[in-house]
């Protein structure tokens, strides 16, 4: 890391819960930076963020704890210097173990945790007694992981959770028609159970898992056949794939290629 560059680190879970959830991770802004713009893409999670701004003397000021709903498109943020977060993204659907919350009240919306629940306020406080950013993820992912025990209820159903795990293994590609058939429920139920757990409808969902693995395809390739790659991630053309990037994005998608 040097002094002039934002650092991201992700930290994958303990065995027990990585089918919950998706990482752990930092991000931090130095000191000598000006404010940016980040450009955040939806990938079907909902996320719980604390932010702080980090004083030259070591202490904090400006904490935040968030939970961000699913979206279904980009965002840009502004950061501003000596800001630091850390986060947790939980699995789509996976975050009703842990968060007392309506996934499809929070589309598109991002709550004060600590109004939600008086669990969240506890967290907080612990998380605003950090004193380094490794001090505040080891906070988070405790806390996240005494939050599942105390939030034991699980509303996603079995057939749902297998939706949901052909959707992701599938990598968006397999139509939903065919997702219903093989668990032997009807569409309208998938739909209804999918949006329920997620806050985003199954073929929404799968949009953005298929965007989020060519875009990954894609920042691992110095030059692409941009008609091939489309084919090959389950687009009709390349001008389909296009037109996705552009929503989900707001990017061609040339500007992931590295």
């Not at 919950?20 to 930076?33: D, E, K, R, V």
């Amino acid at each position: 890391m040097t002094d002039l560059l934002p650092y991201y680190k992700e930290f994958a879970p303990k065995s027990e819960s990585a089918h919950l959830i998706g990482a752990f991770w930092s991000f931090s802004m130095p000191y000598s930076n000006g404010v940016i713009k980040h450009r955040v893409l939806p990938d079907g999670c909902m996320d719980v963020i604390f932010q702080y701004q980090r004083a030259l003397g070591g202490g904090i000021y400006n904490p935040q704890l968030t939970i961000y709903g699913s979206t279904d498109s980009f965002k840009l943020f502004e950061i501003k210097p000596s800001t630091e977060f850390v986060g947790v993204r939980f699995h789509p659907g996976m975050a009703g173990l842990f968060l007392k919350l309506n996934p499809i009240e929070l589309f598109q919306q991002q709550a004060k945790a600590q109004d939600c629940s008086e669990e969240f306020g506890k967290i907080f406080d612990r998380l605003c007694e950090s004193n380094s950013v490794e001090k505040a993820l080891s906070t988070l992912q405790t806390s996240i992981l005494e939050l599942q025990k105390v939030n034991c209820e699980d509303s996603v159903s079995l057939p749902i959770r297998e939706a949901l795990k052909l959707i992701t293994i599938s990598n968006g590609t397999m139509p939903v028609s065919h997702i219903a058939l093989a668990i032997g429920i009807s569409e309208r139920t998938l739909r209804r159970g999918v949006t329920k757990a997620v806050g985003l409808s199954p073929k929404v969902l799968a949009r953005i898992l298929r965007f989020q693995n060519t875009m990954l395809r894609l920042r691992a390739s110095e030059t692409a056949d941009l008609c091939r790659f489309a084919l090959d991630c389950g687009y009709a053309d390349q001008a389909h794939m296009g037109r996705e990037f552009q929503r989900l994005s707001g990017l061609t998608p040339t500007a992931f290629i590295s």
